[in-house]
């Protein structure tokens, strides 16, 4: 299982790649092979400031819809455009093309209460 070390996670299995003030936020590995073949990638919260834990979208797979939940506070700014034509990405390549929402962070520290590779590691190892 690939749980990249620059990367920190959600307990609800999002990861984020923070590039300064702003992060790049997707599923990770683990959750699109739980959720299966995804569908449809469904984001309609570009713009908004959203608190950690919110819904910011829902993703689409063969068997079930599941909520995408923000992994810390801050505002959508950008929404991976590839997806609406290649949901498949979030299962191909989750960590790279199949990124979901770029965002700017309101509170770095909240960076702190996400988990390391190792961390999650041990999550997912149950």
């Known amino acids: 299982m ?16 923070v590039d300064g003030s702003q992060a790049y936020v ?3 590995e683990f959750a699109q092979g739980e959720l299966g073949d995804i569908v449809f990638v ?31 506070a801050g505002k959508v700014l950008e929404v991976n455009e590839k997806l609406a034509d290649q949901p498949e990405l979030v299962n191909t390549d989750p ?20 988990l390391s590779a190792d961390d999650y590691k041990d999550l997912i190892a149950g």
């Open 26 to 28: 997707g599923i990770t």
């Open 42 to 72: 469904e984001i309609e919260t570009e713009g908004e400031e959203l608190e950690e834990g919110a819904i910011f979208g829902t993703v689409e797979a063969v068997k079930t819809v599941s909520d995408l939940l923000m992994p810390v």
């Open 95 to 114: 960590y790279g093309d199949g990124w979901m929402i770029k965002m700017a962070i309101s509170n770095p520290s909240d960076l702190n209460n996400l």
């Open 2 to 17: 690939n749980v990249p070390e620059n990367l920190k996670f959600s307990r609800d299995h999002e990861w984020i790649r």
